[in-house]
């Protein structure tokens, strides 16, 4: 038996249902809106056209349309240690993985230096295990003098300038492997470079670490962002440093969400204060509570659904696995034992099936397949009537037009 919210305006009621495995778990008119806008945002037009030698449409080819990996970014924090044996995208769970993050590895460390042969070694085997998309090196500076080392905050404002060089010339070096970095960790009411250093630094960190990395994705990242007064802050701080012409290819919010998830309001955070920033977001160290595991389940479908239905939302990355990596351990992912908790059950069951495409169709008297499919990367083969396999790989992102893939047969032998 699980549990079921269904969600009619700001009301949540609770009832107990049976719901097979690969369905989630919230039920209710407030559901039926967040998928409508899933599927808006997510899903992208498919034309496959199969033609014969002869440029002839072919009818009645089997075509089977089978996602391979989500555009949308879904990462875990990594350590040092081992991976689990097999496959990635084999196993469950982390197939839904497509991105990790070194964040647990990448504090601020000037006394004594980051040790960068320690951090090479980690991403090179999460990303030859995993083969992610991206590879996050998690914040590299701190606005907050609290969460910055003591000598560097004491430090004239020269020493200070070339001390944060120097940091930033250690995180550039590590394995291309990685590329998005935090630059700048954000905080309302913590300023330390501007005050110390003047507001042209942040120009003068941004151009310096993109004209080190132009290949990598230099980001601004903030904290609890999605809270109620948080998100008002950062959209004062984002006009701030639109004025100040500051560049940054993105923003990470760090964000745990409480034993109770007021759904309504984060949706109006999200549809009022969010998704109107003119720049991608991606939630990093992702926490959610409950009082039990089921209820930190029911919460984490709330929070992936809507984070999932915002537009410029790109991806979310999880704190942790297990329960001592995490602030809220009702909400790991995986037992002591390695075992899938209900929270990990959810992650699997939506993104790996209620908002994944594996679809097969009959091509029709003109060869044509027509789908609305998530955007990510696929596989897409065609049988034809002869018993012959035609077969393609594509990438499909969101587009206003359907994309068209045509396979076409060569002569029959």
């Not at 080819?61 to 989500?70: D, F, L, N, P, S």
């Not at 469950?92 to 993050?101: D, E, G, I, Q, T």
């Not at 999460?126 to 080392?149: F, K, N």
């Not at 903030?222 to 290819?249: C, H, K, P, W, Y």
Request: proline fraction near 5%.
């Amino acid at each position: 038996m699980l549990l079921s919210c269904a969600l009619p305006a700001a009301v949540l009621t609770v009832v107990l249902i049976a719901l097979p495995a690969d369905a989630q778990i919230l039920q209710g008119e407030w559901v039926e809106r967040s998928q409508a806008a899933i599927d808006e945002h997510r899903k992208t037009g498919l034309i496959v056209v199969v033609l014969g030698a002869d440029d002839r449409p072919i009818r009645n080819a089997q075509v089977h349309i089978e996602q391979t990996r989500h555009d949308f970014v879904l990462g875990v924090a990594v350590n040092e240690d081992n991976p689990p044996l097999g496959q990635a995208d084999e196993l469950p769970l982390w197939r839904c993985f497509n991105a990790f993050a070194l964040d647990g590895l990448t504090d601020w460390r000037i006394d004594p230096p980051m040790d960068e042969e320690r951090l090479d070694r980690a991403a090179a085997l999460w990303h030859d295990w995993m083969q992610p998309i991206e590879a996050s090196y998690g914040p590299v500076l701190s606005a907050d003098a609290a969460r910055t080392p003591e000598r560097v905050v004491a430090l004239d404002t020269g020493p200070m300038r070339d001390a944060i060089r120097e940091r930033i010339d250690r995180a550039l070096r590590i394995d291309d492997a990685v590329d998005r970095f935090d630059l700048y960790a954000d905080a309302a009411g913590h300023a330390l470079l501007e005050d110390r250093l003047g507001t042209g630094v942040l120009n003068t960190l941004f151009d310096t670490a993109d004209a080190h990395r132009p290949d990598a994705a230099i980001c601004l990242r903030v904290r609890d962002g999605l809270d109620t007064n948080r998100s008002a802050e950062l959209r004062r701080r984002m006009r701030a440093l639109n004025i100040r012409q500051v560049r940054f290819d993105g923003v990470t919010i760090d964000q745990s969400f409480p034993a109770t998830v007021n759904a309504p309001s984060l949706e109006r955070i999200l549809n009022d204060r969010i998704a109107t920033l003119d720049v991608p977001i991606t939630i990093a160290n992702l926490n959610v509570a409950g009082t039990s595991g089921i209820a930190a389940a029911m919460n984490l479908e709330i929070v992936l659904r809507l984070l999932f239905a915002t537009p410029n939302i790109r991806g979310v990355y999880f704190a942790g696995l297990y329960a001592d990596d995490t602030t809220e351990p009702a909400g790991a992912l995986l037992d002591d034992a390695g075992e899938l908790s209900g929270c990990a059950q959810l992650v699997e069951g939506l993104f790996r099936e209620l908002w994944w495409t594996d679809l097969t169709e009959l091509s029709d008297d003109i060869g044509n397949t027509r789908a609305d499919v998530f955007t990510g990367w696929y596989r897409i083969t065609a049988t034809l009537p002869d018993g012959r396999v035609l077969e393609t790989e594509a990438y499909l992102p969101k587009s206003d037009e359907p994309r068209y893939i045509v396979l076409q047969a060569g002569p029959a032998g």
